[in-house]
């Protein structure tokens, strides 16, 4: 019912905090005491009322009262704050690792699995597991506790009267039995149905173009009614069933107090049990009540936490396919040269990225790789620094297997900027460092001025302090490309791995930024893959990639003369030049 | 009718409130909302906006009857659930008294119970405490008469409690979905500018999840309002009625709980605000870097970053702890005030019962009165931050529905008559943000039958040219003319339908083959299968299992591209529109393909007018007339050899395209777009 093999794997993370928790038990255990005690200080109370005892006698029991209260109400702050901050803690703990973990994951895991679904994991199912772990456990203490106490309470006053006054609360029990499960099967179909409506919305506004030119806005609509209307009605038939819920969960409470009425007055009446009796059994009644409804809340927690903790688990279950067990502490980059035999990769549920894929570059040369969109190139370039693992073949840097050498060398080795740029939301400088902790501005800037970006910056209203991203200023797309590229060149790399990295910079900036590029990349492995061809037409080789196989190879001059994707691409290129010449 | 259970006692970690009982979002829908963003939708702070409420209430409304009902029936139960402990209070007075009570002699301390003795055979007195004194035989049939009464009192309250959840879920219900409707219908009516502008993933959001917070607006704050008004009320009103001075001794702890109450709520508003604030923070820096995991892994900063992240992570705790200190200290306090109020009625009260001035059904009355006059003022907390959510919501809903671009609909629409002469173009300039103009002075004509094809680099303004013709823009200077009239005066609807579109990226929805070539045009089956076999999409949809019936993946990922391609000729065709207007795809579709989608294309044009925006000039050999556009402007025209023998911008693409050949080959060009030069 509580699902508890499902946080079975928290374990490590729950023991530092298991003192916190037992301590918190007791205090739970103190909490209850108290509260039971105030039931019985009126009981006492009514007690000496009706016996004409000294009207001392009961103002020291309404003291009592209040002293208890105050002892209640300390150990229940208390409580809260040692059990609440301790699966705040580990909250604090898991998420780290988490971060942590998903460092570690390569590139194939990015790709199949949704940023959407990573970022629930951290959202929801933490939000989910932490409330198991903190009011989850502290309700479900706090039940137990006071149920046992008021029930020890009324076991005292009288037997066949708690037996009596316990039927309604059986009751509870079915009620919450029955319509538990029903509630949370019909609130999932209400969540399926919000989510037909969402996609449905979605898609509209995604393809508000044909919408309008069919004309299809009022049918559109129409769409959106039977959605709404369907997910009215699913939601009108969970309100019926919260409803009767709510209702008998009502009926139920007023019932235990019918029943203490008549069992408790026919006694009364017959003089079993006294008036303070039945106050006291009116007070303890009173606190059970509420845990048997928190338990059904309590439960409803913990399996809502448990299918969350399964999704946590399961990232932490993801294993990178990349890391460092083939590697030889020494083994390093040096020269630079280049070696791919019959390289593949596939992947489920892809299937074949790349196959059979051969290169031999020496060290300090430019390798250019061409293909229409979808034919492998990035792929491709992502083997060189290892973000993602080869499925096939081998791959060797200046003759070493490149699992053999040490992952943070390797990287360290590798400039790569791929193809959406990306720019962290902090400054220019902090952008273009980001990776060397000891980078001086001069440094900064001399990078800036080989991508071209120098002048810009410079106009940027706080320089090279500008934040960027989000909260900063917007930049272009050819900004962002070169503050993409000149972060790959700061860290000084062996090998430079470009992915269609100026697509987005206008002809002129690029020619200014090729020729100051060859100049300092002169004598370093480069790898490019591009759409436009005038950033390769100096490779050493060039590859034309389609479907994940090579296709054509040569120089840009071999390649153009013959027939073929290469030669296709460069007249329309050599079109869009010419047209950008025109007035 | 107790001390009722209240299922949604804050837990201390939610200051959100409420949320408790409902499921997060499906998947779909909260994938959808992390397309937008885990950036902070900024808090707002919208206690109370009278605009805004004025403007709910237009909504509500429609359902005012509903709205009576339910806090008619809300007024009565919680009626019914005030009687409760003045029916507890008779029986202890009445039949349950051992003793006479030493009441004043003309005061009845229970005056039902002394009518139920009167009732059931005591002796017709009714002067003294007859009940009381009366045999246990009496007492306990008096006994029974009052559990009878409690009984009948307990299942019309259930009645009551029932059908006023109903009603008021209804209400919620009902309001949110003709919200989300109205909202939807005006989505609708937007221009295309509109929805280039605003990220799809906000206005799901919009749609859905803003939508929904109102719903707990109604569900559980509103009516349930008036039931907490009349609990306190009342239940002062009742206490002073017995006991005026027992009554001020009891509520004196008020003024306290409201105090705190106050004080809770600021702080746990600007806790709560932290907690939003650090935790956006949070999921932002967890987006980005899993974004940019690339680029921090070949950076080696995964440590760096998670330290960062730690200290994030760190801050958000911190603000929580000190949240939960709020929680931990408040709810206590309220426990600690209405405590003081029953031992100050367990004092003051137990001395008036020794001097006969109170009786114990009094006492009783005033500890169950105790019990349930705490709990809405605790809960008003809790409520306002309801409000508080909902009115932001509120406000950026109704921040879409104010704004309004769609274009100008005429108020005396022309008829729609088939096209007898030519499309014109008149001096037409347009610019998206009213400064830089994307097209400038174009001036021509399409005449019926005709096929035009647009020629022209990224960004000549091709595209816009059909956003003109279909009517998603008005030109900002110059005017669009069908056989003279001008586009403004038909009604955009019925100018649209002439047209049959297809885009170089085709939408597919999540719908069966059929309904995605259908699109809810209510077209015959016959039809639809005849439009898919003439461009030879019936090949496509006989490889899918489901034939017509298979469901469509997201946005039709199991299709090729071309695939896809030929069900939307499919769907232009199954229209038989009077002009086709075709945004030919570039993407690179294999030979096989392509071949099918060069046929379904002459299928699809043949004897319609027809404007093709041409990225392959193969493709458009056999237009009657090539519009060449250049930078916002149409720079020449003519059919493929006038404009060869100009030797211009054309002709340039033209050698370019097919090879380094001279012009003069224009005549014998080759046949097919793939052969080589």
């Given amino acids: 019912m509580f699902r508890i093999e499902g946080y079975r794997f928290l374990a490590p993370w729950f023991r530092p905090e298991w003192r916190a928790y037992g301590f918190g038990a007791l205090l739970v255990a103190a909490t209850s005491v108290f509260m039971v005690a105030i039931p019985k200080l009126v009981g006492e109370a009514v007690s000496s009322l009706e016996s004409r005892a000294p009207i001392e006698r009961v103002t020291w029991l ?55 679904d990573i970022m629930n994991r951290f959202t929801s199912d933490m939000e989910a597991v932490r409330a198991a772990l903190g009011p989850g456990i502290m309700y479900t203490l706090n039940t137990l506790a006071t149920f046992l106490l008021a029930l020890a309470v009324m076991l005292e006053v009288d037997v066949r009267l708690t037996l009596y006054s316990l039927v309604p609360l059986l009751l509870l029990a079915v009620v919450l039995r029955y319509f538990g499960p029903r509630v949370h099967r019909e609130s999932m179909r209400a969540q399926e149905l919000l989510s037909d409506l969402s996609v449905h919305a979605q898609e509209n506004f995604s393809n508000v173009k044909v919408v309008k030119a069919f004309v299809r806005e009022g049918a559109e609509i129409e769409r959106m009614r039977r959605h709404s209307e369907q997910y009215f009605a699913q939601n009108m038939r969970l309100a019926r069933l919260r409803s009767w819920t709510n209702a008998i969960l009502w009926l139920i409470g007023d019932l235990v107090v019918l029943s203490l009425l008549a069992i408790g007055g026919y006694q009364l009446i017959h003089g079993e049990i006294s008036l303070g009796d039945f106050a006291a059994f009116k007070g303890c009644q009173l606190l059970l009540i509420w845990p048997m409804v928190a338990l059904g809340w309590v439960i409803t927690i913990f399996q809502r936490g448990a299918a969350s903790a399964e999704r946590v688990e399961e990232l932490l279950a993801a294993r990178p396919l990349v890391g460092d067990d083939r590697a030889r502490a020494e083994t390093r980059v040096t020269a630079g040269r280049l070696q791919f035999r019959d390289v593949g990769i596939a992947y489920e549920p892809r299937g074949a990225i790349l196959q059979g894929i051969d290169i031999d570059l020496p060290a ?43 992952l943070a060398a390797l990287r360290d080795a590798v400039g790569f900027v791929p193809q959406e740029p990306f720019l962290f939301s902090a400054t220019v400088e902090e952008n273009i460092a980001f990776g060397v902790s000891d980078a001086t501005p001069d440094a900064v ?13 410079a106009e940027f209203p706080d320089g090279y302090q500008q934040r960027v991203g989000e909260r900063g200023i917007t930049l272009s797309g050819g900004q962002k490309q070169r503050l993409a590229l000149a972060r790959a060149l700061f860290k000084r790399p062996r090998i430079l791995v470009l992915d269609d990295v100026l697509s987005a910079v206008d002809a002129g900036t690029e020619t200014e930024i090729l020729r100051g590029l060859r100049d300092w990349t002169s004598g370093l492995t480069t790898v490019i893959a591009t759409h436009r061809l005038s950033a390769v037409r ?20 071999e390649l153009v003369a013959r027939p073929g994707y290469y030669a296709d691409l460069y007249r329309k290129q050599t079109i869009e030049d010419e047209l950008e010449q025109l007035e | 009718m107790s001390g009722a259970p209240t299922p949604g006692e804050p837990d201390g970690t939610r200051p959100a409130g409420g949320a408790s009982e409902r499921a997060p979002l499906g998947k779909a829908a909260r994938g959808a909302a992390s397309r937008q963003d885990f950036h902070a939708e900024d808090v707002l702070d919208k206690p109370f906006d009278r605009d805004l409420t004025l403007r709910l209430c237009r909504y509500v409304r429609p359902y005012a009857r509903h709205i009576v009902l339910s806090v008619v029936l809300i007024l009565l139960s919680t009626l019914l659930q005030l009687l409760g402990p003045l029916l507890l209070k008779e029986a202890i007075d009445g039949p349950l008294a051992g003793a006479p009570p030493a009441a004043a002699p003309d005061v009845c301390a229970a005056p039902l119970a002394a009518w139920l003795g009167e009732l059931l055979g005591g002796e017709p007195d009714g002067q003294g405490p007859a009940p009381a004194a009366a045999g246990t035989d009496l007492r306990l049939r008096v006994l029974a008469g009052v559990l009878a009464i409690y009984f009948a009192l307990l299942l019309l309250a259930f009645l009551a409690r029932y059908a006023q959840t109903i009603a008021m879920n209804f209400i919620g219900q009902s309001v949110m979905r003709d919200l989300r409707m109205h909202l939807f219908e005006h989505l609708q009516r937007q221009s295309l500018t509109f929805f280039q502008r605003q990220p799809v ?35 002062v009103a009742l206490m002073f009625y017995y006991n005026p001075k027992l009554a001020a001794l009891a509520l004196a ?25 650090t935790l956006a923070h949070l999921n932002a820096f967890t987006q980005e870097s899993i974004s940019g995991m690339e680029i921090i892994q070949i950076s080696r900063r995964e440590d760096a970053r998670a330290e960062q992240y730690a200290a994030i992570n760190s801050r958000y705790m911190d603000a929580y702890l000190k949240s939960i200190f709020w929680y931990a200290i408040f709810f206590p306090a309220v426990e600690v005030l209405s405590a003081i109020s029953l031992a100050l009625v367990v004092a003051h009260g137990g001395s008036d019962i020794l001097l006969g001035v109170t009786t114990f059904g009094e006492f009783f009355l005033f500890w169950n009165y105790l019990n349930k006059f705490f709990v809405p003022i605790r809960d008003l907390a809790e409520k306002y931050n309801i409000l508080q959510a909902a009115m932001a919501a509120a406000e950026r809903v109704f921040g879409i529905i104010d704004h309004d671009s769609a274009l100008p609909e005429p108020a005396a629409a022309r008829a729609v008559a088939p096209l007898a002469k030519e499309i014109r173009f008149e001096n037409a300039w347009f610019a998206y943000d009213g400064a830089n103009h994307v097209l400038r002075e174009v001036d021509f004509a399409v005449r019926r039958g005709e096929t035009v094809a647009l020629v022209g680099a990224t960004g000549a303004g091709k595209s816009t040219i059909v956003n003109l013709l279909l009517r998603f823009h008005d030109p900002t200077r110059g005017r669009v003319t069908i056989d003279g009239a001008d586009l403004r005066s038909f009604e955009s609807a019925a100018h649209r339908r002439r047209f049959g579109l297809v885009l170089q990226d085709v939408s597919i929805f999540s719908r069966t083959v059929e309904e995605n070539i259908d699109l809810d045009r209510g077209l015959a089956e016959s039809e639809l299968r005849g439009a898919a076999e003439r461009v030879r999409a019936d090949r496509v949809v006989s490889r899918l299992g489901g034939g017509y019936a298979e469901k469509m993946k997201e946005r039709g990922r199991t299709l090729s591209s071309g695939e896809r391609q030929l069900l939307a000729f499919a769907r232009a065709l199954a229209g038989d529109p009077e002009i086709v207007v075709l945004d030919e795809a570039t993407s690179h579709i294999d030979t096989d393909t392509e071949r099918l989608i060069q046929e379904a294309l002459e299928t699809l044009t043949r004897g319609r007018t027809t404007v093709v925006i041409a990225h392959r000039l193969s493709t458009i050999r056999h237009a009657d007339r090539i519009l060449v556009f250049h930078r916002g402007e149409l720079r020449e025209t003519g059919n493929h050899e006038e404009l060869m023998a100009r030797g211009g911008i054309y002709a340039r693409l033209h050698r370019l395209q097919f090879g380094l050949t001279d012009a003069g080959a224009a005549g014998h060009a080759p046949a097919t777009n793939d052969a080589p030069p």
Wanted: charged share 20%.
């Fill in chain 1, 445 to 457: 800037r001399a990078i800036a001025r080989v991508v071209a970006m120098d002048r810009e910056i």
């Fill in chain 2, 253 to 277: 702890t008020s003024p306290f709980l409201i105090g705190i109450t106050l004080v809770f709520r600021a702080k746990a508003r600007k806790h709560y605000r932290e907690i939003r604030r």
């Fill in chain 1, 62 to 116: 309404a003291a009592a009262v209040v002293v208890a209260v105050l002892l209640r109400a300390a150990t229940a702050y208390w409580m809260r704050m040692v059990i609440i901050g301790a699966s705040r803690r580990i909250e604090f703990r898991l998420r780290n690792h988490l971060f942590r973990h998903l460092e570690t994951l390569d590139a194939s895991f990015f790709v199949r699995t949704h940023t959407g």
């Fill in chain 1, 364 to 406: 300090g040369k430019t390798l250019g790789v061409v293909g229409p969109t979808g034919c492998g190139k990035s792929s491709l370039l992502a083997l060189i620094p290892r973000l993602l693992p080869a499925t096939g073949g081998e791959i060797a840097i200046d003759g070493a297997p490149i699992e053999t050498i040490p």
């Fill in chain 1, 538 to 557: 100096h490779a050493h080789e060039i590859v034309v990639l389609d479907g994940g196989a090579v296709v054509q190879r040569g120089t840009h001059d």
């Fill in chain 2, 201 to 235: 993933g906000r206005l799901v959001t919009r749609v859905t999840s803003d939508v929904e917070a109102l719903n707990e607006l109604f569900t559980s704050g509103l009516v349930t309002f008036f039931g907490d008004l009349l609990t306190v009320f009342g239940i």
